[in-house]
């Protein structure tokens, strides 16, 4: 079994075609992002991408030291899982792509944006048959859930925003050994 993660942009038209399969609405990506399709024996089996951090999850802030003083530059040492779609079901095949891209994705946004990554989060909108089962697999830890809303940006990312009511969400988060939050890096979305 050949497993490859091929970096892509997020408007190729097979990613595309993927992602908007996923049951989380396509609504595209803010911010830094790294975008992969999941090739296995040279088919094109799934996509799985990382973008910058969501702004305010308290249980997030806490597992990672996030506070007033060091957020706008430790955030993007945190990689947010924005989309993870498997088409195949093969045993053990999701913890193995997940563990891939966590290495590859760390290594490819140190490259990008020149920040070490320190870790990573995801939110999962929990069903019957979504748990985040994938995530306690790669020993992601479960920090709760989210508060249920968030802020809109309907006239774009510079203008004001609004708050909405969401569905809550699971929230898991994975910090990588022996790295600390960035001090240094700010980046241009965070301004």
Known sequence: MTLELIKCKRTDSVYQEIR???????????????????????????????????????????FFGLNKDNKRKG??????NTVFRLEVHIPNLATKVLAM?????????LERYNVIPHGFETFVIETDYRKGTLYKADNWIYLGQTAGS????????????????????????????KTILSTEYESSWNK
Request: charged share 25%; aromatic share 6%.
């Open 101 to 109: 891209w966590r290495r590859r994705c760390a290594k490819d946004w």
């Open 20 to 62: 908007n399969r996923h049951y989380i609405p396509n609504k595209g990506t803010h911010g830094q992002q790294m975008h992969y399709k999941i090739s296995l024996d040279n088919n094109i089996v799934g996509i799985i991408s990382g973008a910058s951090s969501v702004w305010a999850v308290k249980a997030r802030d806490e």
């Open 150 to 177: 968030t802020k809109a940006h309907p006239k774009g990312m510079g203008q004001k925003s609004e708050r909405i009511k969401t569905v809550p969400k699971l929230i898991f988060a994975k910090k990588i050994p």
């Open 75 to 80: 955030l993007p040492s945190i990689i947010n």
